[in-house]
């Protein structure tokens, strides 16, 4: 048998906006194949760094490059029956200019992807899907959509997607919008002009736990270096940082937002994951449904909870759980130093048996047992408005 | 920042100050550069055993875990308590952190340690890579 050897040096794709990451002195990580900055340590608008770029975001604004996410566009008269079948929410509900959080599920009921699906029109559908999963999903949902009279198209490179997020995200994004923001409910889109450019998607979305927007502007580095710049120079007021990946993640564990290839895989279940509430099992039949139904019907085996260390150490991805006799039942999906909550914080897969709040389990670093109690989540709840 | 001419430095990024038979140790300014915001440092205890090349602690930042080496082979003779509760000060002035005080063993082990010219060059191409 002969072996086959893959090129190692595949070329990093590039957002638009890598020559402006570079330009403002980001650290630059290989993030499912993109050259993604993780952390702007020095940039022209101050010193940054993830902990300082978290806290921008709990507490003012920060802006992020997420054009590395995916987007598939579904249209054509049976565009909705297609949704329906390929994913677990309800699209039905949807009204047009509304958003909600979903996934793309295998028969046996685990994760291809989540996904965000906007109804765009009476017959039109946008699904934000993740970086790193975008050739693999585009596949299966134009696999899965043969059947319809519709039309997926992955139109991902058409656009430079922008988050700005945070309590003053609303404030930052008024000055360049003759929008009216305060109107876009939570998980709603409009289309207005944003930096003079007409039509622009306006979202208020995110993966951070706070308010704020994602906007979806034209791909051509011209235009996706102003309208950045744009925004970056708008929130100098409220002391605006650009945010890396560092942050996007830190940001999104202290808010428990799963993250493919972490909290959901191809080997996780909707149930194992806790996401049930946004899988419908009372609309009509999906990829992934009849699995889900069995498995409701018996005990899940693992379940995702919330751990906090007790004793100092931080509990990281991958690390095994143990109990107290110091046999392993699970493992740590994804964990940290949490910088808003100033704990050390973890998402881990353990049996029902230990899942329930103030449950203590070990967590195995670097050969040394650290005590861990399981917490209520989310860790991090933004506070209600006043 | 510079790398001051009194300190050595290793390929690992560790800096040394030699006095006598005594080597005190920190990480250089470019490895916390690296590590971004340091929220955690696991040292030994004072007494231990450590050896030339192998690792004798932890440093973590938020989003990453790095091993730190023992640039000679000797007994710890102290530890910088302050780290365990403000670990940011490697940030703020990792030449003046020192991590731990070791009783070298055999100071001619000092002399294989980079000089500070050598040091940036090595840096230099690190950053090229």
Known sequence: MSQTVEATTAALRKTALNAIHRQMGAKMVDFGGWDMPIEYCNSPLGPGGLMKEHLAVRNGVGVFDVSHMGDIRITGAEALAAVQHISMNDASRLAIGQAHYSALLYPQGTFVDDIIVHRLGESEYLLVINAGTREKDYNWVRDNVKGFDCRAEDIGDNYTQIAIQGPKAIDLLSKLTDVNLASIKNYWFIHGTVCGLKNTLIARTGYTGEDGFEIYVPSDEKTSAEVWNKVLEAGREFSVLPCGLGARNTLRLESKMALYGHEISDTITVLEAGLERYCKFEKSDFVGKAALERQKAEDVKRVLVGLESVDRGIPRDGYKVLDGAGSEIGYVTSGSYAPFLKKNIALAYVPPAFSAIGSTVNVEIRGQKVKCQVVPTPFYKKPKKQ | ?129
Request: avoid cysteine.
């Open chain 2, 1 to 129: 920042m510079g790398y001051p001419n009194e300190l050595k430095y290793t390929r690992e990024h560790e800096w040394v100050k030699a006095d006598g038979k005594t080597a005190t140790v920190g990480i250089t300014n470019y490895a916390q550069e690296q590590l971004g915001d340091i929220v955690f440092v696991e040292l030994p205890k004072v007494g231990a055993e450590v050896s030339k090349g192998t690792s004798f602690g932890t440093v973590e930042s938020v989003k990453s875990v790095s091993e730190i080496f023992a640039p000679v082979t000797g007994k710890v003779a102290a530890i910088n308590e302050a780290l365990a509760t403000a670990p940011e000060k490697i940030n703020n002035d990792a030449h003046g952190s020192w991590m731990i005080r070791i009783e070298v063993k055999d100071p001619a082990e000092l002399n294989g340690l980079l000089s500070a010219a050598d040091y940036e060059k090595f840096i230099a191409e690190e950053q090229g890579k």
